[in-house]
């Protein structure tokens, strides 16, 4: 699953150094749904920041809200007994004893009423907009839905609901993280809708639709693990290819399409989108010739197509797909702080001296 928030260039959001960024990338399209709510005035209402929880991030943490063991908000919340200890579904299931006070699990119930209250915080402090009918106007306006932006930033909007998700399938609760990228993703494109195709808003939707593919492959559906790969690049590539970020999305995402197709046995389609991936990567480094990163990108992408050749056939076109990648490698240089690429250098090169010594490879490096 891609580490790094859609939302925050650099830094992770579960980070508090990554606060600072996050907020600044959310202060334009805060300010812009401030314009909107003015000008649209008759078409929407803007509420207080009274959250009817009495949540402010000053005094009320969402703790109570949260499972003990993925450390995310609460989903399909279930209730041990007898010691009444909440947590979600999938997480629970895999314990005898509560892991908070250790009382055998006699039964598991569904807590509905606390799961209402956490997806109505969800709803009114984590979406960017939602639909809202005025309760003390409900009799007046039956059945009119009003469109209704928060005014408070006390939550980074989509950045907490990826957050969360991240978290969630750290603690292999799959299904919580789906949910809430599914959230996430909605709520983008209904930005599109209304502001287009920005590049800020591509490269948020196209990293979740990435993430949501992860997801799922996780749950073993790769039908539609594909299909959110597939959307993420369709959506990445309506930007200029000019972030390196976004660059190093679309080719993973590319990369793991061709992993499905590869291990689904469809190797003509793997080499399809290992190739693509390859040519992304290549035309980065044409620009980006001293970022280190894209070069040991652009290897493991040479190693994977040349994998993939070995297995139909093309042996010789293989042998010279891996000469190359090991050539790029062996001429990067990098700097003492570049620790981290080093040790990814030195397992890529592992890999493909092993595949020039060694028939047929047994894996393929991974992105």
Request: proline share 5%; hydrophobic share 35%.
């Amino acid at each position: 699953m891609t580490p790094v928030c859609p939302f925050a260039k650099a830094p992770r959001p579960d980070d508090a150094a990554s606060r600072k960024a996050v907020e600044n990338s959310a202060k334009p399209q805060a300010e812009h749904d401030g314009d909107k709510a003015k000008s649209d005035s008759m078409d929407s209402a803007s509420i207080p920041p009274k959250c009817p929880f009495g949540y402010d991030a000053q005094s009320f943490k969402i703790g109570p809200l949260s499972c003990m063991i993925c450390q995310a908000l609460l989903f399909e919340c279930s209730k041990c007994t007898p010691c009444s200890h909440v947590y979600c579904k999938a997480c629970i299931s895999r314990f005898k004893d509560c892991p908070l006070c250790g009382a055998d699990i006699e039964k598991i119930e569904a807590d509905t009423t606390l799961q209402d209250v956490v997806d109505r915080f969800i709803e009114g402090h984590a979406r960017i907009k939602r639909s809202h009918t005025n309760s003390d106007k409900e009799e007046d306006e039956a059945g009119e839905n009003k469109k209704v932006i928060y005014e408070d930033v006390s939550m980074e909007r989509g950045a907490f609901l990826v957050q969360q998700a991240m978290r969630a399938f750290r603690a292999q609760n799959v299904e919580s993280a789906k949910s809430r990228l599914s959230l996430c993703a909605e709520d983008i494109r209904d930005q599109i809708e209304r502001m287009g195709n920005t590049s800020e808003l591509c490269s948020q939707l196209g990293a979740v639709l990435g993430m949501l593919g992860d997801c799922c492959r996780a749950m073993g559906d790769t039908d539609a693990a594909v299909a959110y790969f597939a959307d993420s690049v369709e959506f990445l590539m309506k930007l200029p290819m000019d972030d390196l970020e976004i660059i190093h999305t679309l080719s993973v995402s590319l990369n793991k399409i061709g992993d499905l197709k590869y291990y689904g046995g469809d190797l003509q389609a793997a080499r399809c989108y290992y190739v693509r991936s390859l040519n992304v990567r290549r035309d980065a480094v044409k620009c980006h010739s001293n970022v280190p990163s894209q070069v040991l990108d652009v290897a493991v992408s040479l190693a994977k197509v040349a994998d993939v050749d070995r297995s139909i056939g093309n042996e010789d076109v293989a042998v010279d797909g891996f000469q190359e990648a090991i050539k790029q490698l062996e001429s990067l240089t990098l700097k003492p702080e570049e620790a981290g690429l080093g040790q990814r250098r030195l397992s890529v090169l592992e890999f493909l001296n092993n595949q020039l010594s060694e028939k047929p490879p047994e894996s393929t490096p991974k992105v």
